[in-house]
């Protein structure tokens, strides 16, 4: 795909606790916050923010590393270009602060600036509550902003974090056993889901992470696992991307079946549920 010039997406800024990011917006009904991959918000993922606006919610991009709206891929770029763009992102998330990349038990700091976000497009946006999906580095974020209850649905996408150097890492996820508790309880006590997707294969997202999530969760942990065949064979890169660089988008392909149940997720807990179930919301914690 070439680079998106982000029409149709209108264009704002959040802060919360000193930190201002900017923030990309689709759409009208309750909130989405959509977390890019490495490299960033490419045009296949402004593409599935599309598809969430197009169910009746709001898409919120917060921009977290990268340049909106860039292709970063081989096809488009060239080959030392996007892997000299991909390096940067990952690079500048690797030694950010706001990023816990190799650290196991513990939550990003970024999570409590996602969700003040959350926090501030539920009062903006309306709806019984938040929807959240992470994708790869960003994946594990929405697990941690299930601590908060204003979240109803959160999706981890091929959550990558902690980086699978050793055998503890891999059998992980980037969340404090606070948080962990916390989103536990709620699974228990609110019947929250959680659900997860991933190929097989990828190494970056072993099956020991999604087994420590059942453990964790029980029933309420939904693994969505694909083959490897099943990734778009046109994609530069080993499957990875569910939803955006290795989807089919295709009546009756797999990934597209996924695509379907992040979807459905998102419309049937924050579409089809009355106001009153999520509760009084507390007031939003940051603003534009």
């Known amino acids: ?14 802060a919360h606790d000193g930190v201002t990011r900017r923030i990309l917006r689709r759409g ?36 977290l590393f990268g340049t909106p709206g860039r292709e970063g891929f081989p096809a488009s770029d060239g080959r030392l270009k996007s ?41 903006r946006c309306g709806g019984p509550g938040v929807g959240a999906i992470g994708m790869c580095l960003t994946g594990g974020f929405a697990l941690a902003m299930a601590a908060d ?16 150097l050793t055998k503890g890492r891999a059998a992980g996820i980037d969340i ?7 989103v536990r309880g709620r699974c228990e006590r609110d019947g929250l889901r959680v659900m997860g997707l991933r190929f097989r294969g990828d190494r970056l997202v072993p099956g020991d992470r999604f087994a420590f999530l ?15 065949s099943d990734a778009n064979p046109e994609a530069a890169l080993p499957p990875h991307s569910v939803l955006t660089e290795h989807l089919v988008d295709a009546p009756g392909e ?29 007031a939003p914690a940051g603003g534009e």
């Open 254 to 282: 797999p990934t597209r079946a996924a695509l379907d149940e992040v979807l459905d997720l998102f419309r049937t807990r924050l579409l089809e549920q009355p106001q009153e179930a999520a509760g009084e919301t507390p």
């Open 176 to 182: 404090s056993a606070e948080d962990l508790a916390a």
């Open 149 to 164: 209850e204003r979240l109803l649905a959160p999706v981890l996408s091929q959550p990558s974090l902690p980086l699978a």
């Open 83 to 123: 892997a000299l763009y991909t390096a940067s992102s990952m690079g500048k998330a690797c030694v950010s602060r706001e990023f816990t990349v190799l650290a196991t038990g513990k939550s990003s700091p970024v999570v409590t600036w996602l969700r003040a976000l959350a926090a501030y497009e539920h009062e």
């Open 28 to 63: 009208t009904g309750p909130a989405v916050i959509v977390m890019a991959e490495i490299p960033g918000i490419t045009p296949k993922v402004l593409a599935f923010a599309e598809r969430v606006a197009a169910i009746g919610c709001t898409a919120v991009l917060p921009v």
């Open 214 to 228: 059942r453990r964790a969760l029980g029933d309420a942990f939904v693994a969505v696992e694909l083959d490897d």
């Open 1 to 14: 795909m070439a680079d998106h010039d982000l029409t149709g997406f209108e264009r704002g800024t959040f």
